[in-house]
């Protein structure tokens, strides 16, 4: 499922579109279907659309590259209010498309729970209603925890008892590409205080990478080698290289199902090593301790916000790190996100940097650092 | 610590009385103790106060006997508002006095927080200020999520997501006794579903106990062995010979820290087995997966609520049944746990029951069945 092409999606957001659906084009972003199962004050009804994010640089990772990544966007109303969550639909992490979404949310029927607040029973039935669908489940979630912080008038980090002035640093993520694009990029990236790298296509490319920007910068790096080393040797040697040229971590340095090899690498890392698509949901992380130092939590991967404070307790039962990332997506799921980035060691929170057409605002990156504000719920604005 | 005396307690509680503690005696609680921090609507104020709860029955188990238990009341104001929290401190479970208590509360200076809602960091400074003290600071915690929830105007199991409907039947707690007291009790349990029975003296005491309330009733019972069975084979035995008598679970068979004999033990075992007195805090619940079923939560052994729920998440994600205990409380303690009762396998929040001088009102067992009302927070009110 990693190498659904843009054609493929295309053809098939053309094919549903046909079908009937009702696509309404806006100037920031494009609305493909809505889908309103119920009205009235106080009852619960969801909508659903699709964005189609324009990037404003090719991204390439280990794979392939592309120019435009597609989310949902499910908005929830009770009583006056009106929840936003959105899920990342990138086709190389999880395989689920505008189509499959579609085919999710239209089972979806809120209207039999009286309120949001009932969060436990709503987001059981979603993850029952179908296996898999974390993208869309996520957009869900995040739709209810913004109406639940609408309703309270609170945002969700005061809810959690998160303290905004604790949120990290964000990294700003560079792909794998050729080297004065690698340099160019690092120099765009000057306003922040991590840089992330993208590395695991082969010896000679990632260290090319990292030198590359060690040319322009001595900022600390953050390196995912999206599960690249095969060998757990090799996967060795190149911590301890990346561990002098002031690498702080290492994320999912080896093939996701690899946990022995995995353990046997973290035990001798000099760096912390990070679970990335080795931990989806809750249930993986007591399986990854004394395999990987910490886990790198995605909200698209684990089904949402609900979920992810479970993981991040249980992280802390554990002693495992955490970190936040993201997919490419607007200021709606990243403002989500950095909800509980004050929980984390490091967020990876740029998603919505990397496009053009962002239809919201949300949290913003003053001095390199997540800086929540002061709206309810997640706290965004539409455009 | 186990066997401190009643005249020890009332020796220990005089000294302190008299060396200049406010005391002020009421009807329904004993107060020894008044500290209050600092005064001003959006400055957090803490005062605390000690009750004595008088005893329906003296209660035994496997130790000592007792007619009288002591607690530390907490009350957080903010804003005009009060949240209330308790802790009890039975003697034999924790060691905690009202001595140990007020050398702990005086320490807490809540005046450098700004708001309630930065509960992450208050509660990690309330538990950094010194090792143990669970039950003061399960108080501190009850409190501040009574204020939070009275400060949004909803009840906890909302604002965390729980449906009231899932809180589950509470047991009617059995002490070790005579024969003829035992019947006597297990007459008085009539109103419940489910009869929690203390174990763990010596076998023949034990199965007199069990066949007593057998002569009775044919309801479900819950054994709490409380670490009394010390051979895996004899644990096994009994466990086998209660399983024939429509017993639900076995709590704490054998001595806290024998781990390996325990998964023995729960591996053979027709019941789920729930770890007590071994499943303190949050980071215990990782070392007991595979050598217990499930664990009791209790909000004096965990510092409070917060704890109790990452507990919650944590049992979850590794597949553990989850119960939630009591001591001897009024209805402020037992309303703040009966918030987290809709997560719960089991509750055994009959601790106010056992009183007959509760200075509250707040949840209610109506045909056995744990019962959360519409208030905000913990849903209390004073008599």
């Known amino acids: 499922m990693k190498n659904i092409s843009r054609r493929k999606f295309l053809r098939s957001s053309a094919i549903i579109a046909a079908t009937g659906a009702l696509v309404t084009p806006n100037v920031a972003c494009k609305r493909l279907f809505v889908n309103t199962k119920t009205s009235g004050s106080k009852t619960l009804s969801l909508k659903f659309s699709h964005m189609m994010h324009e990037l404003r640089h090719t991204f390439t990772i280990s794979g392939f590259s592309r120019d435009q990544t597609a989310a949902v966007l499910a908005e929830i109303s009770y009583d006056g209010y009106t929840g936003y969550g959105e899920g990342g639909l990138p086709p190389y992490m999880t395989g689920q498309t505008v189509e499959s979404s579609t085919f999710f949310l239209n089972k979806i029927d809120l209207s039999q729970f009286s309120s949001?607040?009932?969060?436990?029973?709503?987001?059981?039935?979603?993850?029952?209603?179908?296996?898999?669908?974390?993208?869309?489940?996520?957009?869900?979630?995040?739709?209810?925890?913004?109406?639940?912080?609408?309703?309270?008038?609170?945002?969700?980090?005061?809810?959690?008892?998160?303290?905004?002035?604790?949120?990290?640093?964000?990294?700003?993520?560079?792909?794998?590409?050729?080297?004065?694009?690698?340099?160019?990029?690092?120099?765009?990236?000057?306003?922040?205080?991590?840089?992330?790298?993208?590395?695991?296509?082969?010896?000679?490319?990632?260290?090319?990478?990292?030198?590359?920007?060690?040319?322009?910068?001595?900022?600390?790096?953050?390196?995912?080698?999206?599960?690249?080393w095969k060998d757990k040797n090799f996967a060795l040697e190149m911590i301890n290289w990346l561990n002098e040229r002031n690498v702080l971590l290492i994320e999912q340095p080896m093939p996701k199902n690899v946990f022995d090899e995995m353990a046997w690498v973290t035990e001798r890392s000099p760096l912390p090593t990070f679970a990335d698509e080795s931990c989806q949901r809750l249930a993986d992380v007591a399986k990854l301790h004394n395999v990987f130092s910490g886990i790198n939590i995605k909200l698209i991967k684990c089904t949402g916000l609900r979920e992810a404070n479970k993981m991040i307790a249980t992280a802390d039962a554990l002693g495992m790190k955490l970190m936040i990332g993201c997919t490419t997506e607007s200021s709606c799921a990243i403002s989500a996100a950095a909800q509980i980035s004050p929980k984390m060691y490091f967020a990876d929170l740029d998603g919505n940097l990397l496009i053009s057409n962002d239809p919201f605002t949300g949290m913003k990156i003053v001095d390199g650092k997540i800086t929540l504000n002061d709206k309810p719920g997640i706290g965004i604005s539409r455009i």
């Open 116 to 228: 949001p607040f009932e969060l436990e029973d709503i987001l059981t039935y979603v993850d029952s209603v179908d296996s898999g669908h974390s993208c869309s489940k996520s957009a869900i979630d995040i739709a209810l925890h913004d109406l639940i912080g609408k309703l309270l008038d609170k945002p969700l980090y005061q809810l959690w008892g998160y303290n905004r002035e604790k949120a990290p640093d964000t990294s700003f993520t560079i792909g794998i590409d050729k080297e004065e694009v690698v340099r160019q990029k690092t120099e765009e990236a000057a306003p922040y205080n991590l840089i992330k790298v993208k590395l695991g296509v082969d010896e000679k490319t990632d260290k090319m990478l990292v030198n590359t920007i060690r040319s322009v910068t001595d900022k600390p790096i953050v390196v995912d080698a999206n599960q690249g």
